[in-house]
């Protein structure tokens, strides 16, 4: 008989295995990369109010180089976070490890049973008939003294017996053989990936500066 | 649990009490609310990634992104009086 688990061992698509688990990395690093382009895309469609974000300190100074007086410049027109400075993160699996486990298990049940019982009995019956028949005669009875006249009776009794004795002997042997082959495989695929942020790509992300649109003059 | 700073964005026809309900959960659970505009309903918070997962299904959110700052600075501008 050929060995069953290098048969089954045999039959595993290792590379199958292998190839599946790293394109499934690989989709998993398109739908983070999509993730943070769609980020990207929000931060740009969300805009901070006129005058919420300073973008410059104005500071006046006489001959002395003493501050007279410190004014804002602050954005006059919504500014996007992007703008603001709030940039997606990018993320990108550093390592990942491929486990893949087998467990292959070839087993053989195998089952002996033998029985017997032996029954003895002794069976003994005895009986005994007895009957008893009567019979008699019917009238008056007148006794006068010196003369009478009457009915009489009679029985008529039967008497038999007898016994048996059966020796009852029975005696069963059984016996028989069983084999149960089995095969148990299983294998588990376990990928551990490390999931680290990295600078966005080149040119995803707009570089945006921020420039006051006049600088005020001094009064 | 590594924590990181995430932008939760809210659908649009979302209304102020789904906003309230996420800044409340987040609170609840531990998140450090950084920034938020009740009125266009997005939050800037810091968060672990598995509570990021959590929020990500709930109904009324449209995208949970991890964000990063960007160093900015703000310019003085010094003019002198003549």
Redesign the interface.
Known sequence: MADPVNAIVKEIPFAELVRKAALAIADGQTALDLNSVQTAQVLADMKLDPGSVILAIVEYTDKDGNITKVETLTNDKPLSLLAYGVVPTFYEFTQTIIDLRFWVRFWVRSTHVESSSEFNKKLSTKWTESRTKYGGGGGLSLNLGFFSVGGGGGYKKTEAQGSYEVDLHVSSHTAYDSQVYGLDAAAACRLTTTLKPKPAPARAVPQIITKPEATPSPS | MMQ??Y?I?LRDNSIYEDFAMVASFLKRNKAQIIMA?SQ?F?I?AILNQRLAEVVKRLPSI??V????????E?????????
Not at chain 2, 74 to 82: G, L, S, Y
């Open positions: 990181e700073t932008l964005k505009s266009r997005w800037v449209e995208i992104g991890g964000v990063t700052f960007r160093k900015r703000v310019r003085v501008i010094r003019i002198q009086k003549q």
